[in-house]
């Protein structure tokens, strides 16, 4: 008989929240009213704009044209299995180590080679951009995979705002940079903070690229990337850099943290390929997290059609 042990991150199914009844929750308690009166009693003036931004975005309406081959992944397992080293290295302790980290008032600098170079209250590009909310497959390097609802608006959306110019051939991102808020970054000094991240403009350009503020229809929670990330779904996860601050246009390949650390284990454009293994481990198939069968992987994480003119010789 087999039993099956239960990992640290899993729970039961029975005590997970079906996302239609928090949706229809959060609803009913928003035509109640009650929420909005106790937070106008208790909030500062900063804070009330933001709960109105919130309430104006969440849940934004789904693009139904980013379908799942699989179901979505328990909200409680996405905010509870995470990457984010400024934090700590341990995936399941990220939620826990997060609580210091200030994401509110947060501006994003747009700079380099652009015609508009401007640096953005986060509310203030919000209201410019077009929200949706997109269903993606996210696959690790590490090979474990999730499936999630992002809400946010394509990367192509800031990129036609800023009107790079023609010299300009790469986007640069660069996080957050705040060791007195993420002790990760303090105790792992040897790395070199802040957290950068490239992609070319043809990627970014894609329509898949999307920047994003959201997830299951409210705002990221830290451990997520709050307030803003990238999400590239055709890449490996660390390419989709969180907690933005900076956006630059280079005409020049920038350099990327993984890609610096160890060049033979992680490249540049950091694509899922199942035939090509890890120096350490096969990509062949992936874990579902939590707790599912193990599965093929996916060329380019199942966004092939999408993508796969990008990288033809």
């Given at each position: 008989m087999l039993i099956r042990i239960p990992r640290g991150w899993e729970i039961p199914k029975r005590k997970a929240t079906p996302e239609e009844f928090y949706l229809s929750r959060r609803q009913f308690?928003?035509?109640?009213?009650?929420?909005?009166?106790?937070?106008?009693?208790?909030?500062?003036?900063?804070?009330?704009?933001?709960?109105?931004?919130?309430?104006?975005?969440?849940?934004?309406?789904?693009?139904?044209?980013?379908?799942?081959?699989?179901?979505?992944?328990?909200?409680?397992?996405?905010?509870?299995?995470?990457?984010?080293?400024?934090?700590?290295?341990?995936?399941?302790?990220?939620?826990?180590?997060?609580?210091?980290?200030?994401?509110?008032?947060?501006?994003?600098?747009?700079?380099?080679?652009?015609?508009?170079?401007?640096?953005?209250?986060?509310?203030?590009?919000?209201?410019?951009?077009?929200?949706?909310?997109?269903?993606?497959?996210?696959?690790?390097?590490?090979?474990?995979?999730?499936?999630?609802?992002?809400?946010?608006?394509?990367?192509?959306?800031?990129?036609?705002?800023?009107?790079?110019?023609?010299?300009?051939?790469?986007?640069?991102?660069?996080?957050?940079?705040?060791?007195?808020?993420?002790?990760?970054?303090?105790?792992?000094?040897?790395?070199?903070?802040?957290?950068?991240?490239?992609?070319?403009?043809?990627?970014?350009?894609?329509e898949l690229a999307m920047l994003v503020t959201g997830i299951y229809g409210h705002e990221l929670p830290k451990q997520n990337g709050a307030p803003i990330r990238l999400v590239t779904p055709w890449k490996y996860g660390y390419k989709s850099i969180k907690s933005i601050v900076k956006i630059e246009f280079v005409d020049k390949q920038p350099k990327t943290f993984w890609n610096d650390l160890a060049p033979k284990e992680y490249d540049f454009l950091s694509n899922v390929n199942p035939q090509v293994p890890h120096p350490r481990w096969s990509q062949a198939t992936e874990q579902p997290i939590p707790g599912g069968s193990r599965r093929p992987t996916l060329l380019h994480n199942g966004y092939e059609a999408y993508v796969a003119q990008l990288y033809k010789a």
């Open positions: 308690i928003k035509k109640l009213g009650w929420g909005g009166i106790g937070a106008a009693m208790t909030l500062s003036g900063w804070d009330r704009a933001v709960a109105a931004r919130r309430e104006d975005i969440y849940p934004a309406k789904r693009n139904e044209k980013f379908a799942l081959d699989r179901p979505l992944t328990d909200e409680w397992a996405t905010a509870h299995y995470n990457n984010f080293y400024e934090f700590t290295t341990d995936k399941e302790r990220v939620a826990d180590m997060v609580g210091k980290f200030q994401t509110q008032p947060w501006t994003v600098e747009v700079t380099g080679m652009v015609a508009k170079p401007k640096t953005y209250d986060l509310g203030e590009l919000l209201r410019l951009m077009p929200i949706e909310e997109r269903l993606y497959r996210h696959r690790c390097v590490e090979a474990w995979s999730m499936a999630v609802p992002w809400t946010g608006f394509p990367m192509k959306a800031l990129i036609d705002l800023v009107q790079p110019l023609s010299s300009a051939k790469f986007v640069r991102l660069i996080s957050f940079n705040k060791p007195e808020q993420a002790p990760g970054m303090r105790a792992q000094s040897w790395y070199s903070w802040p957290y950068y991240e490239g992609l070319r403009m043809d990627e970014a350009m894609n």
